[in-house]
């Protein structure tokens, strides 16, 4: 078994709780009240970005985002951000940001000095790391030169594209508002000013064959994007999909594509990381690392969730989802809706239903530093997840075998204590 690798230092290495003195009263006690956790340092720490407009609602899409509808008002979206950040800083005093992630939405749906505003008001308000990763999200169909190139200049240094396929049928057929060409143009832009970037690609399609997601595959593969983010398309709850589900392969199909997919990307040399990522070597998305290694974040914008550590609890928080909403709260300095911590209970599977997405397995005493928890306390569920041929564990490393990455939901289910 071939051990896991750190997060890069350039990510981030955990750091020393911070000074609760310097946190205000009001916050404090509402937040950091002492628990049963013992956190000797605190994770890195990340930032998520959403922006919650897009040209069309997808079908299939789950996600916050909303139609357009005759514009948005930007100014006042950027200054509710701003407002958020000011309000959530107390809670991240002194630690530094590793990763930025813009997501959506649409977020190049933003126009280059809007985004560069945003930018500034992030670096105005946080210390972020030199080297820091700083992805945005951006869709075919609004892909302009001149503003991808002023993207650039703003900071941010990685894309994620959301491809999702080049055959214009399939595209169509997803509700998307480009068409293969206008994928292929997307791509050559991202790559002329991007020398990192992400294409997101989606196979088992409503009337998709094997070879069609063949052809896909192909054809990521030969526009060479360091990054691969490959998902079986899931006829979520709550969408139109759900509504009125497509014809779609069925589980055979569905897996030989899987399989092909699998092949092509190792055969290429992208190493599959996590469940759906492919990555050539360094080329790893260090923000969804941080997730995946039960790092913190913090959310703003609409709609968005935060994980962040304390030295004696760990909580959650979600934003208003409605953007009218949202930015009307955040101006008043309330944008969160709801706040939860998390229980010690629910800690060990909240860890691994992250962890344990990493194909490569993570650290023994990865657990004990970002739960506060000894790992023993999840000695009854490590066992029988070991009996059934689901997990690998050694003194160094706990990964998913085989069998368990082909049934990674029921291996995270074992984890699941309820009480």
């Not at 190049?108 to 999200?137: C, F, K, Q, W, Y």
Request: net charge negative; charged share 20%.
């Amino acid at each position: 078994m071939i051990p896991i690798k750190p997060i890069p230092a350039s990510a981030g290495t955990p750091q020393k709780a911070a000074d609760l003195s310097q946190i205000p009263q009001n916050v404090a006690s509402h937040y950091l009240a002492p628990g049963s956790l013992n956190l000797t340092g605190l994770p890195p720490l990340s930032l998520y970005i959403h922006f919650p407009w897009c040209v069309r609602k997808c079908p299939y899409c789950d996600f916050n985002s909303h139609e357009v509808k005759g514009g948005f008002d930007e100014a006042a979206y950027l200054a509710a951000l701003r407002a958020d950040l000011e309000t959530a800083l107390p809670l991240i005093w002194g630690r530094k940001i590793y990763t930025i992630f813009i997501g959506g939405g649409t977020p190049s749906l933003m126009s280059a000095a809007g985004l560069d505003r945003l930018l500034s008001d992030v670096r105005t308000l946080l210390p972020v790391d030199g080297a820091a990763e700083i992805t945005m999200e951006a869709n075919p169909g609004t892909f302009e030169t001149e503003k991808f190139r002023s993207y650039r200049q703003s900071g941010i240094n990685r894309l994620s594209v959301g491809i999702q396929s080049f055959n214009s049928r399939h595209l169509q057929a997803l509700g998307r508002i480009h068409d293969g060409e206008d994928a292929r143009r997307a791509v050559d832009i991202a790559g002329t000013h991007f020398d990192n970037f992400n294409l997101d690609l989606m196979f088992a399609l409503p009337g998709q064959t094997l070879e069609e997601a063949r052809q896909d595959v192909a054809t990521a593969l030969a526009l060479a994007p360091p990054h691969l983010s490959l998902y079986h398309l899931t006829l979520e709850p709550n969408t139109y999909f759900a509504k009125y589900p497509p014809t779609i392969p069925d589980d055979d199909l569905s897996a030989e594509m899987q399989e092909l997919i699998h092949e092509r990307m190792a055969a290429a040399g992208y190493g599959n990381y996590e469940v759906s990522a492919y990555a050539q070597p360094g080329r790893e998305a260090r923000h969804n690392l941080n997730y995946w290694n039960f790092g913190d974040y913090l959310g703003i914008g609409a709609g968005a969730h935060s994980k962040l550590s304390f030295p004696h609890r760990v909580i959650r928080q979600a934003r208003y989802k409605q953007p009218k909403a949202y930015m009307e709260a955040s101006i008043l300095g309330n944008a969160i809706q709801e706040s939860v911590e998390i229980q010690m209970h629910e800690m060990g599977f909240e860890f691994m239903l992250n962890a344990l997405r990493l194909q490569q397995g993570f650290a023994v005493n990865l657990f004990q530093e970002r739960t506060g928890l000894l790992l023993n306390t999840l000695e009854k569920e490590l066992a029988e997840a070991e009996r059934k041929g689901l997990l690998h564990r050694d003194h160094r490393i706990i990964s998913p075998t085989p069998l368990g990455r082909l049934f990674l939901n029921d291996l995270q289910q074992i984890f699941l204590k309820v009480e």
